[in-house]
């Protein structure tokens, strides 16, 4: 059986740490490798070792610091096979998918090496005559970055890249279900002739995850995970008075106009919430349409609901893939069953299928109301729930009724609708007639409890620096 081991300071530990962690491929619930969780012990080496190169680092250039940036891009298109077809089998991707993953990572981290002569200061004009104040954009040490399962080769190099351009080092945890794909990045890290010690892929327990965060070392946590992880991060934070940048849950809401194209809008929700079996944090999770067209929408969203098929992607690519875990999947039914038992009509799915693997498929509710546990809550799978309304300003009270506030969505024709939505709506993304995709030059950032800072674009990037005033007298 496959081991795999962390990666610290440019080697591969050779122990097997404190805990030896199954990964199994969710689409058949069989195990595909082992991975050795470092002991609290090794973890820490990490930290010191991202600390010690990280004087060096920052000493770099910012043109040199992508040069290593570029490197790395490369060397994960040169692995992109090998990283891919791990990545397929431990998060129940198709290989295409899975593959693609990788060269749009590496596209990421060519664009964040760009940033090297673009990270600016500010000159301000002092009170005195003689006197010049300089704002420099200086690093912050150590991140750790903490990264999702749904994900986990796009989001790791999300983090880390913006955090290496800005002259910081990283120490990294994988989540423990997809941690396999991000050691075979690691080969990337070491291939590409990374300084030792700069980018650090470390699997962990929580309980070691959690040393991590809270050594004095580390001058900033980054994650994208649940709002139930970033309160743990938001206490670890407070031991040192780390930087805490927090991307977390969503409900996405799509408001449907009567003038929308309801075949193009059906279509597009479906894909949205089918994607990687709906794991995805902005994919679309609740839908508003206005009422004049509610049956009609809903009777395309049934037909495209029910033609969606579900198995293992490996080998039909084509179908919808499963959750990452039997947890996952029983929590999913288990909302399911008490929306339907609070009035909900069960449209299509809502069953946990027979034989191996964790699917379950694509589940459409209907006679939903707002306070509903399936509309207030993060589901998280492939479940969508429809409900009514008459004026955009109701969709927009409901919509905006939420603790929620990562991603929304309007279809419409109207563009003053549109507008009023996008100048109302609250939430740190709007998408007019499209579904949420995180380009990666925008920024991405959640209000109200989806989370502190953000991810992507000049703003992002940013994020990963602190600030020094310089006061020269002369």
Known sequence: MRIDRSFINNEFLTSDG???VAVLNPA???????????SAAEARAAVDAAAHAQRGWRRLTSVQRAGHLRALADALVARKDKIGGTLALESGKSLEDATSEVVY?????????EWARRIEGEIIPSDSPDENLLLQREPIGVVAALIPFNYPVYTLMRKIAPALIAGNTVVARPSNNTPSSALEIARAVRESGFPAGAINIVAMTHQTAQSVCTHPKVGMITLTGSVGAGRKVLEYSQVNIAKASLELGGKTPAIIEADADLEKAAAAVVASRTTHCGQLCTAIERVYVQDSVHDRFVELL???MAARSFGDRMQHPQAMGPLINANSRLNIHQMVERAIDDGARLETGGFIPEGPGWFYPPTLLTNCRQQMEIVQEEVFGPVLPVLRYETT????DMANDHQFGLSSVIYTE????????ANNIEAGEVYINRTPADPYQGYHSGWKRSGLGGDDGKHGMLDFTQTRLVIQSW
């Open 18 to 20: 404190e805990t030896l």
């Open 28 to 38: 058949t619930g069989g195990q595909i490798a082992h991975v050795a969780a470092a």
């Open 105 to 113: 990572a590496a596209e990421l981290t060519r664009y964040h090496a």
């Open 302 to 304: 049934r037909e495209h």
């Open 393 to 396: 300003e109701d969709a927009l």
């Open 414 to 421: 109207n563009y003053r609708k549109a507008m009023q939505v």
